[in-house]
């Protein structure tokens, strides 16, 4: 079926250094797409979105792309901190609303 | 401002036994939904509502209702629970044609 999902389960890396967390779509419908960060014991927090009719958003040390050709989203953390640590999903809105379908998600592992 | 707010924040249940899940959000937002997270997945939809007295089915409804009297209440019951159902669930919400969905702090759920 349609899903949303993530390449890899675990990144490191380094205090200070960029990170890229990556997504793979296979719904060509969607209007959205969103990332979210989740801390240990709580819930999603959302980071930043893009519309289907974009390929780049920029937010605070964020920054998302968009392959719609490849149906590929990726999340760039600039600057990582170890404030940055949790686990990272992409999450397609195929509507305004609450209706979303969530990747399976990437740990995100910063050392100092 | 509270925000999204479900209770209990833990509980555990007994085979067959019934229980509601409740979360209630101050912001006034039309939709309001319910998911739940397995270990190391993305969140599920269970049901969802796009107003008061609206609700509808997501991906994984079975085993699950809700109604919706109010705006600001989305109880979630469980009414014969099963270990398939042990869980942490979350409820969230949103404006009408906003894509930005706040979650709630999530209530682990184990059925034994």
């Known amino acids: 079926g349609e899903s949303v999902g993530l390449h890899l389960p675990t990144l490191s890396v380094q205090e200070g250094d960029n990170s890229i967390i990556n997504c793979a779509y296979s719904n060509s419908a969607s209007d959205y797409f969103i990332w979210y960060k989740q801390e240990s014991g709580k819930g999603p927090q959302f980071i930043i979105d893009i519309r289907s009719n974009m390929d780049k958003r920029q937010g605070q040390r964020v920054t998302v792309l968009l392959n719609k050709t490849v149906k590929h989203l990726s999340l760039q953390i600039a600057a990582t901190q170890p404030g940055d640590s949790a686990v990272y999903f992409c999450?397609?809105?195929?509507?305004?609303?609450?209706?979303?379908?969530f990747g399976g998600g990437t740990r995100l592992m910063v050392k100092p | 401002n509270a925000g999204v707010t479900q209770t209990p924040k833990f509980q555990v249940l007994k085979t067959g036994q019934s229980m509601t899940l409740q979360c209630a959000q101050d912001?006034?937002?039309?939709?309001m939904s319910w998911y739940r997270q397995d270990p190391g997945m993305g969140l599920r939809l269970i049901h969802y509502?796009?107003?008061?007295?609206?609700?509808d089915q997501g991906e994984v409804p079975n085993g699950y209702n809700v109604s919706r009297s109010t705006t600001e209440d989305f109880p979630l019951r469980l009414l014969s629970a099963a270990p398939s159902q042990t869980s942490v669930y979350f409820c969230?919400?949103?404006?009408?044609?906003?894509?930005?969905?706040?979650f709630g702090e999530g209530s682990w759920l184990t059925v034994v």
């Open positions: 969230a919400s949103s404006w009408t044609g906003g894509n930005t969905i706040y």
């Open positions: 509502s796009v107003g008061a007295g609206i609700t």
């Open positions: 999450a397609e809105n195929r509507n305004a609303g609450n209706m979303l379908t």
């Open positions: 912001m006034n937002h039309e939709y």
